[in-house]
């Protein structure tokens, strides 16, 4: 059986490594001058590879669609992704967070471990390969692709196309969308396409605040996204967090931005400013305990102004910030700081706000929420339901994940799948 693959990302490359297994005649076309360049980026050039936490417990970290990787999950998971990379010598290692990453923390090395995979599979890769359009019969099967190779139109035959072209966030790797508008064209509807594991923007008095701190990354910190209209938590997390010249960013950020966007009307509370953050500085001490670290420190510290008085309780970055908030004049002595406004200052580090006013373009986004309708799909083949011999993968199904490998797994397991014989 001819197998064209469409895109040579990791669902492409798990896709061709699949179907080539059961003996057919694999070809990945890649527009790109490279396969796998958005591999090379992902968790900041080292690959996070995958996560390390049971395969049952990931559906628990995929907000778009979960259920819907259950067959997929059966077929390929998490150690059969570690087994088929040690293999080719990836030694790999866990670290915080359950992530897991190559030893030598080098996402080139897994890039060079899946072309290896493929050559020995003998599949056949065609770069700066884009194609234009997917060949159907009047029967509604797929018989070939139309596709564009250095400038040169080229109908090249297939008995099954896996269309696995990714999203849309960062258009550079090669993301621009393409395979949405292929599916659409053989009669597919495509779920909105929106930013997913995005940094998360605010503006006015919130948005001069986070650029007096650009740059802080705050650790072990925990933070609640709240619907102010409601007074209802949205979404809550503990870990990294970063602020920025536009907002916040870091993990636990965009983990939360997977929430806010499948929240109820975002949009319209966004631009009422009825979204806020809410970071809890100090998340080890209750009120109560932080109360008395302060004492002590201010009872060691009682002839020094305010201003001097926080180095042991905040970074530096945020002493200015915070004590505007307070309104205690700077200079005033420590001694001389009432109770009500102690009080008022823990409110402010157990409750330090920042409200939300939008999300960053798709283009920053790390994945793509949205894409092929998940009920035009089977989900043990992942062929679609519209047209025969036609499958995807990858990053273009709506379904996404949180942040810690779960979307580098989705695409794997997916392309797997797509790329199995179908009976």
Same mark, same amino acid.
């Given at each position: 059986?001819?197998?064209?693959?469409?895109?040579?990302?990791?669902?492409?490359?798990?896709?061709?490594?699949? !179907?080539?297994?059961?003996?057919?005649?694999?070809?990945? *076309?890649?527009?790109?001058?490279?396969?796998?360049?958005?591999?090379?980026?992902?968790?900041?050039?080292?690959?996070?590879?995958? !996560?390390?936490?049971?395969?049952?417990?990931?559906?628990?970290? /995929?907000?778009?669609?979960?259920?819907?990787?259950?067959?997929?999950?059966?077929?390929?998971?998490?150690?059969?992704?570690?087994?088929?990379?040690?293999?080719?010598?990836?030694?790999?290692?866990?670290?915080?967070?359950?992530?897991?990453?190559?030893? !030598?923390?080098?996402?080139?090395?897994?890039?060079?471990?899946? #072309?290896?995979? *493929?050559? +020995?599979?003998?599949?056949?890769?065609?770069?700066?390969?884009?194609?234009?359009? *997917?060949?159907?019969?009047?029967?509604?099967?797929?018989?070939?692709?139309?596709?564009?190779?250095?400038?040169?139109?080229?109908?090249?035959?297939?008995?099954?196309?896996?269309?696995?072209?990714?999203?849309?966030?960062?258009?550079?790797?090669?993301?621009?969308?393409?395979?949405?508008?292929?599916?659409?064209?053989?009669?597919?509807?495509?779920?909105?396409?929106?930013?997913?594991?995005?940094?998360?923007?605010?503006?006015?008095?919130?948005?001069?605040?986070?650029? $007096?701190?650009?740059? *802080?990354?705050?650790?072990?910190?925990?933070?609640?996204?709240?619907?102010?209209?409601? $007074?209802?938590? /949205?979404?809550?997390?503990?870990?990294?967090?970063?602020?920025?010249?536009?907002?916040?960013?870091?993990?636990?950020?965009?983990? !939360?931005?997977?929430?806010?966007?499948?929240?109820?009307?975002?949009? $319209?509370?966004?631009?009422?400013?009825?979204?806020?953050?809410?970071?809890?500085?100090?998340?080890?001490?209750?009120? #109560?305990?932080?109360?008395?670290?302060?004492?002590?420190?201010?009872?060691?510290?009682?002839?020094?102004?305010?201003?001097?008085?926080?180095?042991?309780?905040?970074?530096?970055?945020?002493?200015?910030?915070?004590?505007?908030?307070?309104?205690?004049?700077?200079?005033?002595?420590?001694? #001389?700081?009432?109770?009500?406004?102690?009080?008022?200052? /823990?409110?402010?580090?157990?409750?330090?706000?920042?409200?939300?006013?939008?999300?960053?373009?798709?283009?920053?986004?790390?994945?793509?929420?949205?894409?092929?309708?998940?009920?035009?799909?089977?989900? +043990?083949?992942?062929?679609?339901?519209?047209?025969?011999?036609?499958?995807?993968?990858?990053?273009?199904?709506?379904?996404?994940?949180?942040?810690?490998?779960?979307?580098?797994?989705?695409?794997?397991?997916?392309?797997?799948?797509?790329?199995?014989?179908?009976?």
């Amino acid at each position: 059986m001819n197998v064209v693959i469409i895109g040579g990302g990791p669902a492409g490359i798990l896709a061709a490594i699949s !179907s080539a297994k059961s003996g057919n005649t694999v070809t990945i *076309l890649e527009k790109m001058n490279m396969l796998g360049k958005k591999l090379l980026i992902t968790g900041k050039g080292r690959c996070n590879i995958t !996560s390390n936490i049971p395969i049952e417990d990931f559906i628990k970290n /995929i907000p778009g669609n979960g259920m819907f990787m259950y067959s997929s999950f059966n077929n390929f998971d998490n150690k059969d992704i570690i087994k088929m990379l040690e293999k080719e010598g990836v030694a790999t290692k866990v670290e915080r967070g359950n992530r897991v990453f190559p030893v !030598s923390d080098r996402s080139l090395d897994v890039q060079k471990a899946f #072309e290896r995979i *493929l050559r +020995k599979l003998n599949v056949k890769i065609i770069l700066n390969a884009k194609v234009e359009k *997917l060949l159907k019969n009047k029967e509604n099967k797929i018989y070939g692709v139309s596709t564009n190779i250095d400038g040169k139109n080229e109908e090249i035959a297939a008995d099954k196309v896996i269309l696995a072209t990714g999203g849309k966030s960062y258009p550079g790797t090669g993301s621009t969308g393409d395979g949405y508008k292929l599916a659409e064209e053989v009669g597919h509807t495509i779920k909105k396409i929106r930013p997913s594991l995005v940094p998360l923007e605010s503006k006015e008095k919130s948005l001069k605040l986070c650029k $007096n701190m650009q740059g *802080l990354s705050l650790r072990n910190v925990e933070i609640k996204l709240k619907d102010l209209s409601k $007074n209802k938590i /949205i979404y809550e997390d503990f870990g990294e967090m970063l602020f920025t010249h536009f907002g916040v960013s870091g993990p636990t950020i965009l983990s !939360s931005s997977a929430h806010l966007l499948r929240y109820k009307n975002v949009d $319209n509370l966004l631009k009422e400013g009825k979204i806020a953050l809410y970071i809890d500085l100090k998340p080890a001490l209750s009120e #109560e305990k932080l109360n008395e670290r302060i004492l002590r420190d201010f009872e060691g510290e009682k002839n020094k102004e305010f201003r001097n008085s926080l180095d042991k309780l905040l970074p530096k970055k945020m002493i200015d910030e915070v004590i505007k908030l307070t309104e205690i004049q700077p200079n005033k002595k420590v001694n #001389e700081i009432t109770k009500k406004e102690r009080l008022k200052l /823990i409110k402010i580090l157990k409750n330090f706000e920042v409200l939300i006013s939008g999300f960053r373009p798709i283009e920053e986004a790390i994945v793509t929420s949205g894409g092929i309708n998940i009920k035009e799909i089977n989900p +043990k083949t992942m062929e679609s339901k519209i047209v025969k011999g036609l499958f995807f993968a990858g990053e273009i199904i709506d379904v996404d994940a949180y942040t810690g490998g779960f979307n580098l797994q989705i695409a794997y397991s997916t392309g797997y799948t797509a790329g199995m014989d179908t009976k």
